[in-house]
Structures are given as structure tokens and as C-alpha cells.
């Protein structure tokens, strides 16, 4: 049963990622179509083609490999110093192989003299361009803020998980109290596993990141109201200044890193919490802002990487993860010894996150990406604004194939990365807990 259902949460994943790269693609098709541009073709996948239908000016497709897909617009480039126009292709994959200035002009058909992309205004492009990341950023924001308004996300709550016994510095054990140690105040102070703590100091506390920053900053006595049984009581406990992990301002832990602070002694208990539309509004753009990071922060993980796929180093829980990785976790999720509620949350978290990912990634400034030519319609139009500004010519369409030497190397640098994460996702995955 455990396999059938790891496989299950495979597909499920796979049919989500094939959804997620359509949906991009969609983007780009329904803008390019609404600005007259010509699109010969729309598929899902690499490869040999499946399945494939026409209509009107497009082929629809499927093909055999799921790990992306693209449109084709006619006129990506401008013409080059032969006057020939080379039809292109959105994916970042078709573009790393073909040559800018390719023998697709044979594309080009009567009429298509106004029906290229690049003859469209510079804004026009940027929409076109955007439109396929902004369809992944809509999808994954529907799905986190349904899922943490309906299923809920799960977090520490301001029940009590555990009393800690004794006073102890974070970095200590706590399997056993030194002789000399003092009574925790949350022991002495009579609190319970399973209270929930309803108030602190007479102001009700309703999330574990509020109470945890009304305790850190009380060093003194403190009356500490809970839920124990149905009925309502206050405690009397006197805080003391403690070592304790440094806090990461959302209700979480800086690994590592500790600061003196006001110390109750307890632990709080973890459970599925349904959020306000606030409180996703707040997750989300915390989601994104770590996204960013994860982003900025890649090139610092390679080392850690490659140990980890060709050496004896550990799989770190933060390591960067490819379509096989993520697709792995989906069968782990569908296995997972929990409520059916909560993996199918979990997997709607996984598609969620790879569409933001997506999103990300693709609006990084850099060819082959769709952020690269958004820079060029970007840089295109200042040059255009400030030549019109001092009178002089204008300078005409920005050459983006100018830049495609560039642009090799950097889809180089994408595919070595991309092996290396598949090879550690085969021989070394992330493990979820």
C-alpha cells in the first residue's frame, strides 16, 4: 500500500508540473495572440511529439519529456545586418540551441511582416514576456492562500508542548538537570503539558510569535493566563534573563545562534492552524522574501551539493531540489502516516512552491530567461525615450541576439547545475521529516 500510494503522489506531482509549465505557457500564448503577434506553436514538453492538434494559426501539443515547454513567436529577433528575420522560441531550452540568426525565417509567411514580435512597442513585449511568470505567481498564490485558509499550515500554537524542569542555557542538554540547577519558572509557576496559554500579562495572545516576544522581553514576575480543562486560570511565574536560541522574528529559530533573553521554560506544541487572510498574506510574502534568498543564496550551495551527491557530505533540509527531487518528496507526502487532508495540503505546498520558484527564476534579468528579454524591451525603450529626449535618431529595435554569446554561457552554467542537483536528488534526496 505504501508503494502504490508513493507512486500515486508521483504522478500527482508530475500532473501538476505538466499543469504548472501549460499554465506558463498560456501566458505567454493568450498575450502574444491579444497583441497580433503569430504563434506557430504551443507545447507541453521536449521531445518527440505525442499528440498534436492545429487551430487556426497554432499547433497544440504534447510531447514526451515533462520537464518544461514553450511557444513559438515569430519574430523574437530583429533582423540582422542580411535583413533576414529568425522565428524564436520562449523556452529557455530552444533557445540555448538554436543560433540566433537560424534558417526559421523560412517560417515566415505572407502578411507575418506584421505579426512579429519584435516589431511590437517595448511594453508590449514586457507584457508578453511577463504574462508566463505572472501565471505561475497567480497559480501559486491561490494555492498557499487556499490552503492555509481551508486546510491550514501547521505551527507551533500557543498550547504547551512540554515544561522544561530546570533552568538550563539553550546550547546545554536537557535530558537531565544539574544538581545545582533551579526550578524552570514554568515549573514552578505550576504550568502543565496540553495548557493553552490564552494570555500573558492580561493581553490575550492568540500565535506563538506574539507570546514568544512578550516573554523574551519580561524578566520578572508575570501572570500567565491558561486554558486547562475547559476553565480558565492564572499563574504566577517570575521570569529570569536565560541563554536561549536567537529568535528569527516569525516565531521560528536561527539555527546556531543564541542571545540573552526573558526565560519561562516550556515548549510549545505544534498543530494544524487554520490562518486569517491576513495571517497567509503575511506567510506568503514571508515565503517569497525566503525564495529570493534561497535565490541569491544558490551559488553557495554548490560545494555543499556536490559532497553531498559525490562525496560522503550530508543532504542539507534546505538544499536546492530539481523536478525529481520535488516529484520524490511527492511520493513521500502521499506515503506519510498522516490525515488524507493533510497530504493533499502538502502536495498542493509542493506544486505551490515550484510555481513560485518558476516565477523567480524565470524573472532573473539573464538570457535564455524570460527576464532577460523583458531587459531588452526595458533597455530598448530608454534608448528609444532618450535619443527622442536629446533629438537624435532613433536608435531603432535592441538587438537581444547580440547578447545570445552571453546567454550560451549562462544556460551552460544552468544545465551543470541542473545535473548536479539531479545527480544528489538520485544518490542523495532531501528526506522530509
Known amino acids: 500500500m505504501t508503494a502504490l500510494m508513493t507512486v500515486l503522489g508521483i504522478v500527482v506531482f508530475v500532473v501538476g508540473l505538466l499543469f504548472s509549465i501549460a499554465w506558463h505557457e498560456l501566458g505567454h500564448l493568450s498575450t502574444a495572440k491579444l497583441f497580433g503577434i503569430r504563434v506557430p506553436q504551443y507545447m507541453v514538453g521536449f521531445g518527440p511529439t505525442i499528440f498534436s492538434r492545429k487551430k487556426g494559426d497554432t499547433e497544440y501539443g504534447v510531447k514526451a519529456v515533462p520537464f518544461g515547454g514553450y511557444i513559438r513567436m515569430i519574430g523574437m529577433f530583429p533582423p540582422g545586418d542580411d535583413g533576414k528575420i529568425a522565428a524564436r522560441s520562449t523556452s529557455p531550452w530552444r533557445s540555448m540551441i538554436e543560433d540566433a540568426r537560424s534558417a526559421a525565417y523560412e517560417e515566415l509567411q505572407p502578411g507575418d511582416e506584421t505579426r512579429m514580435f519584435y516589431t511590437r512597442k517595448p511594453w508590449k513585449r514586457v507584457i508578453v514576456m511577463f504574462a508566463g511568470p505572472f501565471m505561475n505567481l497567480v497559480l501559486a498564490v491561490a494555492i498557499f492562500l487556499g490552503v492555509m485558509m481551508s486546510f491550514g499550515v501547521n505551527t507551533q500554537t500557543t498550547t504547551v508542548g512540554t515544561v522544561q524542569k ?151 533540509a534546505d538544499s536546492p531540489m530539481g523536478v525529481v527531487g520535488a516529484a520524490r518528496v511527492g511520493g513521500e507526502v502521499a506515503s506519510l502516516d498522516i490525515p488524507a487532508s493533510q497530504r493533499v495540503a502538502t502536495m498542493l505546498f509542493l506544486v505551490a512552491g515550484f510555481n513560485l520558484s518558476l516565477f523567480l527564476f524565470n524573472m532573473l534579468p539573464l538570457l535564455p530567461l524570460d527576464g532577460g528579454h523583458i531587459a531588452g524591451a526595458v533597455w530598448e525603450s530608454v534608448r528609444r525615450h532618450t535619443a527622442r529626449l536629446v533629438r537624435r535618431p532613433d536608435p531603432g529595435p535592441f538587438d537581444v541576439a547580440k547578447m545570445m554569446p552571453v546567454a550560451y554561457v549562462i544556460a551552460g552554467v544552468f544545465i551543470c547545475f541542473t545535473l548536479l542537483v539531479l545527480v544528489a536528488d538520485v544518490v542523495n534526496p532531501v528526506k522530509i521529516s
Not at 172 to 194: E, F, I, Y
Not at 307 to 314: I, M, Q, T
Request: hydrophobic share 35%; proline share 5%.
Open 166 to 316: 530546570c533552568v538550563v542555557a539553550a546550547s546545554a542538554s536537557t535530558d537531565k538537570c544539574p544538581k545545582d540547577a533551579k526550578d524552570s519558572p514554568a515549573n514552578a509557576a505550576g504550568l502543565r503539558a496540553r495548557d493553552k496559554i490564552v494570555a500573558f500579562n492580561g493581553e490575550p495572545t492568540s500565535d506563538w510569535n506574539s507570546l514568544q516576544q512578550h516573554i523574551r522581553k519580561t524578566v520578572g514576575p508575570a501572570t500567565i493566563t491558561v486554558e486547562r480543562d475547559g476553565v480558565r486560570k492564572d499563574l504566577h511565574a517570575v521570569l529570569i534573563k536565560n541563554q536561549v536560541a536567537k529568535s528569527d522574528g516569525k516565531g521560528g529559530y536561527v539555527e546556531g545562534q543564541y542571545v540573552s533573553a526573558g526565560f519561562l521554560g516550556f515548549t510549545p506544541a505544534s498543530g494544524v492552524v487554520k490562518q486569517s487572510f491576513g495571517q497567509s498574506v503575511d506567510r506568503m510574502g514571508n515565503m517569497v522574501q525566503d525564495g529570493i534568498d534561497s535565490l541569491i543564496a544558490l551559488p553557495s550551495k554548490v560545494p555543499d551539493l556536490w559532497n553531498a551527491a559525490f562525496g560522503d557530505g550530508e543532504r542539507k
